[in-house]
C-alpha cells in the first residue's frame, strides 16, 4: 500500500492525499510543508546538477533505497516511481509539461 503512494523512505509528507516531502525533510520549515500548495523556496529554473544531487541524496539517505540502488546498478529502477521523484524533488505542483 506504502508502496502504491510512492513511500520508498521515510518520513513521507502527504497534504490533501498528494505526497509533498519524502527522504531528507528540513523540519525548520514543516509548517510550510504541510500547507498546500506547499510554500517551498525554488527557483523558476532548475539546475540538472543540483537536481542530481538532491535525488542520490533522498535514494542514499534510506538503507533499502541505498541497497536497492547499489543491486540496481543504476538510477532508473526510481524513475518510474514519479511520486517519490517528484516529492524529493519538490516539482509536485508542477504540470506534465514543466517535469
Not at 502504491?4 to 516531502?21: C, E, Q, R, W, Y
Not at 525554488?42 to 541524496?57: A, D, G, I, Y
Not at 514519479?82 to 519538490?90: M, T, W
Request: proline content about 3%.
Amino acid at each position: 500500500m506504502a508502496i502504491d503512494k510512492g513511500v520508498l523512505s521515510v518520513p513521507a509528507i502527504f497534504v490533501n492525499g498528494i505526497m509533498t516531502a519524502s527522504g531528507i525533510i528540513d523540519f525548520d520549515s514543516l509548517n510550510d510543508l504541510l500547507k498546500y500548495p506547499p510554500e517551498v523556496q525554488r527557483s523558476v529554473s532548475f539546475n540538472l546538477n543540483e537536481l542530481t544531487v538532491k535525488l542520490l541524496r533522498g535514494i542514499l539517505d534510506n538503507l533499502v533505497t541505498t541497497i536497492w540502488f547499489y543491486f540496481s546498478e543504476g538510477i532508473a529502477v526510481f524513475l518510474e516511481y514519479f511520486k517519490f521523484i517528484n516529492a524529493l524533488l519538490q516539482l509536485y505542483d508542477l504540470s506534465d509539461n514543466e517535469r
